[in-house]
């Protein structure tokens, strides 16, 4: 079975400065997809951003980037610019096949004014 | 694009009756759609996978007859906590699949008093 592992509870950042969340897997797999998942304080789950296990080039949406490194099973989040809007638990989830989304236990990040 | 729809957003009942709770992929068709549980300050628990036109997949641990799910169009998606009692109290979401990536509901927050 695959697992997912955040090992930052939780995390903070002055506004502005950039952030990065770690994220760890295992896996026997070798093709599979990532993803970054945001939940703000309404609760409401939104997808950050999804990297495919076979594609090299690291994953962008905007401010929020990935370094997807394969072979060490790791998938971090870069937050550039962070902004108060950004303050929200943060989920890594693994997917493979037709199974089930394996979630991360998350990192609580919190955007100082 | 990818909205899913839950209703209601906040559900509060006595002990011993059901509950319905409703899940909507509002722009698109969705053949899957799964069901999870989040207690507070914690990770999603998936409670079972929904399937339309045929029956839902539950995860162990989780009780059929008490979580009772229908996947009745390709669009919508229901659960009914059946017997509500106060430890069934908690935040649930629905999720529902476009390819591979999973869009969420805003949750429904059930307290049963």
């Known amino acids: 079975a695959q697992t997912v592992t955040q090992s930052q509870p939780e995390m903070s950042v002055q506004e502005a400065e950039t952030v990065t969340l770690s994220c760890t897997y295992d896996t026997s797999e070798n093709n599979y997809y990532l993803f970054w998942y945001k939940q703000p304080p309404s609760r409401q789950m939104i997808l950050v951003i999804r990297q495919e296990a076979y594609k090299q080039q690291n994953a962008t949406e905007n401010r929020f980037s990935v370094n997807f490194q394969k072979a060490a099973k790791s998938f971090s989040l870069k937050i550039s610019d962070s902004q108060l809007g950004d303050t929200a638990m943060y989920f890594c989830a693994f997917y493979f096949g037709n199974e089930k989304l394996t979630f991360g236990t998350g990192t609580r990040l919190t955007i100082i004014p | 694009g990818a909205v899913v729809s839950q209703h209601p957003s906040w559900v509060i009942c006595k002990s011993g009756t059901s509950v319905k709770i409703e899940c909507r992929s509002l722009d698109f068709q969705a053949t899957t759609m799964f069901w999870y549980r989040q207690f507070p300050k914690q990770s999603l628990m998936l409670m079972a996978t929904s399937n339309e036109g045929s029956k839902a997949t539950y995860e162990q641990g989780v009780e059929k007859d008490k979580f009772l799910i229908n996947h009745a169009s390709l669009t919508l998606s229901t659960l009914t906590v059946t017997s509500a009692h106060p430890e069934d109290s908690s935040f649930y979401i629905c999720?529902?699949?476009?390819?591979?990536?999973?869009?969420f509901g805003p949750g429904t927050r059930l307290t049963v008093l």
């Open positions: 999720s529902a699949k476009v390819q591979i990536t999973q869009y």
